[in-house]
Structure formats: C-alpha cells, structure tokens
C-alpha cells in the first residue's frame, strides 16, 4: 500500500528557505504511470497546487511560485522534496504531497498526511 | 479567486440528494481536460472521490457521482449521510497556467 511520509520544520523564519521532503513507501517513484506533486492549503483556504515532476522530467510549476519553488527526486531514496526560497507569513499553510495520474489525466491518487509549516519570526 | 468557480457552501438534509457544481473555462474543464473531485473531512487531507469527469476509485459508494458538460461539472451526493459533512474540491489540468487547478471548496453540511 502506496504511503508518504513528509518531514521537515514546522516553523520557518521569513526571508528563508523552507525545505519539505516526503519518503514513498510502497511504490517506486521512478513509476512511469505517474508524476509526484506539491500541493498546499493555507488556514481555513482551498487547495493550491505548486508543482510536479515525473521522474526523469523536468518540474512544473505554478507561475507565481515558479521564482521561488523547485521540485527534485531522489530515486535511490524513493523521495520527493520541495524547497520554497524568500518565504513569508503568506506561505502559512499545511503541505501536502501526492502523487498524480500521468498520460492525460492529472488526478492526485494518493495524498500524503500533510506536514504543517507556520512562517513566523 | 480560485480558477475554478464551486459555491462556499450547500446543505441538505439526512436521505436528500445535492449537487455541487465546479464553473470552468475553456482552458480547463471546457477543453479536454477531466474534471476530478476530491473530499477533505476535517483535519484530514484531501481524499480522490472522482476521477475524470464520472469514475469512482474502489471504495467510494455509487451515492456519489459525477458529470460534466461544456466548461461545468456537478458532483451528486444522494441518500446523505451526517459523515459526508466535510469540503469537496473540483480539479483539473489548465493548459494555460500549464499545471493543476482547483476550485474554491464547498463545504457540505448535513
């Protein structure tokens, strides 16, 4: 059974560098049926998608994050990692990581727990 | 504003059916793109209800379905339940952000 693991800091001062990994356990990420992806949702908000990669490819991201997001694997590691630079209290939010339906169709199968990550001073 | 437009919030009663309707655009659930639904119960992420456009994962019951036309999609809950209290999300691929877009959330009280 496909399971995340995601760790990192709860709390990032403001202009730093937030750094977020999540563990897959249960399949492999160098799957060729999916890609990997970020997802957050600040307090009480919707969900906003930040990026994605498969495997081998290169990552996307969400234009107002493109600046300051970037998405890697680690294959010998099963792990997925995001780092978001120059962060503020705007990027308050609980962190998710999922992994989503490649070949057109885009859906995120399995979400992990979601890491909680508050930007303050 | 989220890109996909789903009303804040929809009620009903134990046994009723509603619908949650997720408005896109030509760029998104208008062009090729599937619509997916997702429901988030509280404190817990966010769950795959239904993938494109109408199929259910294994283990969602048939009460919840889905469908599209044009640039709209509707998820259909019938003979609620007090525990489908939660917030349901729409999705889908926008070929003009190049990436995932999700609709506001409607949170469903039964």
């Known amino acids: 059974q496909l399971q995340f693991q995601e760790s990192g800091p709860g709390l990032v001062k403001p202009s730093e560098t937030l750094t977020l990994t999540c563990t897959v356990s249960?399949?492999?990420?160098?799957?060729?049926?999916?890609?990997w992806g970020w997802i957050r949702q600040p307090p009480g908000k919707g969900l906003e998608w930040i990026g994605n990669m498969y495997y081998s490819g290169t990552p996307y991201y969400n234009p107002p994050l493109r600046s300051r997001a970037a998405i890697s694997i680690d294959t010998s590691k099963n792990q997925l990692s995001l780092m978001l630079s120059s962060v503020t209290a705007a990027d308050t939010a609980v962190y998710y990581c999922a992994r989503q339906r490649a070949g057109g169709r885009y859906y995120f199968d399995i979400w992990g727990q979601g890491i909680v990550v508050t930007v303050s001073s | 504003q989220s890109v996909l437009t789903q009303p804040p919030s929809v009620s009903g009663a134990p046994g009723q059916r509603v619908t949650i309707p997720c408005t896109g655009s030509?760029?998104?659930?208008?062009?090729?793109?599937?619509v997916h639904w997702y429901q988030q119960l509280p404190g817990k992420a966010p769950k795959l209800l239904i993938f494109?456009?109408?199929n259910r994962p294994s283990g969602v019951p048939d009460r919840f379905s889905g469908s599209k036309s044009g640039a709209s999609a509707s998820l259909a809950i019938s003979g609620l339940q007090v525990e489908d209290e939660a917030v349901y999300f729409c999705h889908s691929f926008d070929i003009d952000l190049g990436g995932s877009v999700f609709g506001g959330g409607t949170k469903l009280t039964v």
């Open positions: 494109s456009d109408y």
């Open positions: 030509s760029s998104n659930i208008g062009g090729i793109y599937d």
């Open positions: 249960g399949d492999s990420i160098s799957s060729r049926s999916h890609y």
